[in-house]
């Protein structure tokens, strides 16, 4: 089995050049992901050897929703240049902003692919979903294939909103996985981690498989999915008999929604309810030094309530599982998908 990544270093040298010289800038923002942050010297002095001030920012970036274009001014930057992830078509940016997509060439071997056939037809499945991350989405391809010569039935959703390719889910959306949800009996995940593969079951709810193409370790995401569900109904429970909130917004340009900040504050208000709006860029522990909160209301990324939940000494929730817990309607909890 072989791994590596399609954009090694120089490559992405040469492309970043590339898209300057295009654009004739002289000052550009470089957002990397967490994987690329130890070669970040390395990146930005080889493009300021090209005549170009390449500032690379290693501030934690989890997504394309992330892009903070006024750092970007306030530096004096003519451009950003975002690695690792897709853009998202419903995110708009005042700002000019460019993408490098990082694939991986993974060479999976058939043996593991007829190991996950045999896994998936045991549990009685005959037809699938194929899902991934954009890092993976040129495998999706080959496994279909695969998968189909050992007679399962495969399909391949179309996605919208902010995830950009067919196959491809997102933390906070899934919507290839839901539009193929009539025709499928499960869905497999390749990629790595169980952060998406989760989105998938709290969204649809049909069992889900994580295959790791580079190890062929296959994982039911079920177990994990069902054990969000009770830690979530647990808060919203806690929250329908709070007093004091703290709604938290964060200013990250694809997470921050100003209705549901305004809905979350007019509920609150309805229900006679103490609160306060706080804002904090990345969401964490700081909020444990807050005194006088019952409850921490989320305006931001809906994975930081449902799966840091344990940082928090105080029951964390979204904005919509707030009206939810208000009202008591526990059981109309539905997966946050973001447009
Ligand atoms: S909002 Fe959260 S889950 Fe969605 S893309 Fe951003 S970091 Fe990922």
Redesign the pocket.
């Known amino acids: 089995m072989e791994s590596k990544m399609l954009v090694d270093l120089d490559e992405i040298t040469k492309r970043i050049i590339k898209i300057c010289n295009k654009k004739s800038s002289r000052r550009c923002f470089i957002q990397v992901p967490e994987g690329l942050t130890h070669l970040a010297h390395e990146l930005s002095r080889r493009i300021i050897m090209e005549g170009v001030e390449g500032i690379v920012s290693v501030d934690p970036c ?5 892009i903070p274009y006024w750092k970007a001014k306030e530096l004096g930057c003519d451009l950003i240049i975002h690695i690792g ?1 897709a853009p ?1 078509p419903t995110i708009k940016i005042p700002f000019d902003v460019e993408f490098i997509e990082v694939f991986y060439e993974v060479k999976v071997r058939e043996d593991l692919i007829e190991e996950l056939s045999k896994k998936i037809l045991s549990m009685g499945f005959k037809s699938v979903g194929l899902v991934t991350t954009v890092q993976y989405l040129k495998l999706l391809a080959y496994v279909r294939t695969l998968l189909e010569k050992h007679g399962l039935k495969v399909f391949i959703g179309k996605s919208s909103g ?1 995830a950009l390719y067919d196959g491809q889910v ?4 899934v919507s290839s996985a839901k539009s193929i949800s009539e025709k499928v009996d499960a869905y497999i995940f390749i990629g790595d981690g169980t952060f998406h593969p989760v ?1 998938v079951y709290l969204a649809i709810g049909k069992p889900v498989l994580a295959f790791n193409p580079i190890t062929g370790e296959i994982k039911d995401v079920r177990d994990l999915g069902e054990r969000v569900l009770r830690v979530r109904l647990a808060h919203m429970m806690k929250a329908s008999e709070a007093r004091s909130f703290s709604v938290v917004v964060t200013s ?1 340009v ?2 921050y929604n100003e209705e549901l900040l305004r809905t979350v504050v007019n509920a609150l208000k309805k229900f006679n309810r103490e609160y306060s709006i706080i804002h904090l860029e990345n969401i964490g522990e700081v909020l444990n030094y807050m005194k006088n909160v019952d409850v921490f209301v989320i305006i ?5 309530v449902y799966d840091d939940y344990l940082k928090f000494k105080r029951p964390i929730i979204t904005g919509t599982e707030l009206l939810l817990s208000l009202s008591r309607k526990f059981k109309d909890w539905k997966f946050m998908e ?1 447009p």
């Open positions: 989890f997504g394309a929703c992330d992830h998202m902010r997102l933390g906070c959306n989105a990250k694809g997470q931001g990324c809906p994975r930081i973001m």
